[in-house]
């Protein structure tokens, strides 16, 4: 059973056009990440949030964590052929110091000129 | 962000002898490191909690025997793929929690290591 349900798994989109990345859970945690990876690369984080109904920005990426803390989306505005890349939500489990993070199954996005 | 590196980026290895991939935290203590597996277009999967001077908490499925990791210091993890098959063929990639800078639970990855068994 996954624990964080990630959609869509596989985006192909033209430049310009806008895309939303969800992640959904039943369970509540602490946090939410979410991070990017590109090929034969560790992830990177991109932003974390911790309190319902949370909403950051960071450029064109726009982040919300759901007011019950079990789910997350992302969004980004305007795509571009750089945005292409693999994009993970992780949640923890447990205390944020000590605890587990548990990855959902990601979304591929390629972003095409 | 915290910096974790990771040794060596790639290596190809005959099946049946053993791997070890290295884990630093170069700018802080990580009494924590995590392993995951990744297979090509697919997530990370955890395979164990590496704790610094005891024993690793291995996930379920994981074998133990198969997959050794030792956390001996406050800055270096390892993971030995002992007799190695082709089925272990996987990037792994390691990651350490910064309790420092961070109270939220994120994690900082290493570049990863890519493993051919032939």
């Known amino acids: 059973t996954q624990l964080l349900e990630q959609s869509p798994q596989f985006l192909s989109i033209q430049e310009g056009e806008n895309l939303t990345v969800y992640c959904n859970s039943s369970s509540v945690f602490s946090s939410l990440q979410w991070y990017r990876q590109e090929p034969g690369e560790g992830p990177v984080l991109l932003v974390t949030?911790?309190?319902?109904?949370e909403v950051k920005k960071l450029k064109r990426l726009t982040f919300q964590f759901g007011d019950a803390r079990k789910d997350s989306s992302l969004h980004i505005t305007a795509a571009q052929p750089g945005d292409t890349g693999l994009y993970l939500c992780a949640g923890v489990r447990g205390s944020s110091n000590t605890g587990k993070l548990i990855f959902g199954q990601g979304t591929t996005l390629q972003v095409k000129p | 962000g915290a910096v974790v590196s990771q040794h060596p980026s790639w290596v190809i290895c005959k099946s049946g002898t053993s791997v070890k991939i290295e884990c630093r935290s170069l700018d802080f203590q990580a009494t924590t490191m995590f392993w995951y597996r990744q297979f090509p277009k697919q997530s990370l999967m955890l395979m164990a909690t590496?704790?610094?001077?005891?024993?690793?908490?291995?996930e379920q499925g994981v074998e133990k025997d198969k997959f050794l990791i030792n956390h001996a210091s406050l800055t270096l993890s390892t993971l030995t793929v002992t007799s190695a098959h082709p089925e272990d063929s996987s990037f792994y990639i390691c990651s350490a929690r910064d309790h420092f800078r961070s109270t939220t639970g994120e994690l900082f990855f290493g570049e990863g290591s890519r493993l051919t068994v032939l």
């Open positions: 590496s704790n610094e001077g005891s024993k690793a908490t291995y």
């Open positions: 949030v911790v309190t319902g109904g």
